[in-house]
């Protein structure tokens, strides 16, 4: 690209017209959250993540731009944390359905969406097959939660970490991110334990998180480290990108 920066929104629109001449063809669209993360953690966590997952994601393409992450997400179960901030699915739905048709009509050929909140992957599940009937560009969705919290476990085991969560929310992987790419807006002093082992993710939808956990902890943050946190970034961005160029190949 003739500009440094993979971030669509610090481009001018006369650099996002020259990147599209460039060949650079695929936008890649976080879709993050405002919702409690324990009292460690920041609202925007997840999005946040989205940010850092997007940015390695265009990296490693090479050929990709870094769409704006959509905020604010289906955080329901979370409401009873002060902050928290939700939309109802259709609302989500609809934003996604506007930066898609926007991306398609500027003529970019793929548009890759990618989760980072546990209650935006049936959204975007939902909303991304009916995309790709409506518009030219091709719509990703890398929407599977189980496989993006696998890749956050062996993450942290790539760096040495011997902890694993089976839910991730406020743990060791999430805390593990933010050391990596936000470590001012971690407040170390306030990790708590939560609640650890399995736990039953249609419960915690439903009845809410306050159901599962008193301080909005799932796993333990003191696991955490920053190079865990940039491990686990390089295992989703290179995870995440194969799945890419294979949607973009089996289209060409």
């Known amino acids: 690209m003739s500009t440094d920066t993979v971030e669509l929104g610090e481009m001018t629109w006369t650099e996002v017209e020259a990147a599209l001449d460039d060949g650079v063809d695929t936008a890649i669209v976080a879709?993050?959250?405002v919702e409690q993360h324990g009292p460690h953690l920041p609202l925007l966590t997840d999005t946040l993540r989205g940010d850092a997952i997007a940015e390695r994601i265009?990296?490693?393409?090479?050929d990709a731009v870094v769409a704006p992450t959509i905020r604010p997400g289906c955080s329901g179960h979370h409401m009873s944390f002060p902050g928290t901030i939700t939309v109802p699915p259709a609302v989500l739905m609809d934003q996604i359905r506007a930066y898609c048709r926007s991306l398609d009509e500027h003529g970019f050929a793929h548009?890759?969406?990618v989760p980072t909140h546990g209650g935006n992957f049936a959204p975007v599940n939902?909303?991304?097959p009916e995309l790709g009937r409506e518009l030219d560009?091709?719509?990703v969705a890398l929407a599977d939660l189980q496989e993006l919290m696998e890749l956050g476990n062996a993450g942290l085991?790539?760096?040495g970490v011997d902890y694993r969560e089976p839910v991730v929310h406020a743990g060791a992987v999430e805390t593990a991110v933010l050391l990596a790419?936000?470590?001012d807006l971690v407040d170390t002093d306030s990790f708590e334990?939560?609640?650890e082992g399995e736990v039953s993710t249609a419960r915690l939808l439903s009845e809410g998180m306050e159901t599962i956990t008193e301080n909005g902890v799932l796993g333990d943050p003191n696991h955490a480290t920053a190079a865990a946190g940039e491990a686990i970034l390089d295992r989703v961005a290179e995870a995440y990108a194969e799945q890419v160029e294979a949607a973009r190949a089996a289209v060409e």
Not at 58 to 62: N, R, S
């Open 111 to 113: 548009v890759v969406l």
């Open 126 to 128: 939902t909303v991304a």
């Open 181 to 183: 790419v936000a470590e």
């Open 31 to 33: 879709v993050g959250a």
């Open 58 to 62: 265009a990296d490693e393409l090479g």
């Open 157 to 159: 085991a790539d760096a």
């Open 193 to 195: 334990v939560g609640t």
């Open 137 to 139: 560009t091709n719509v």
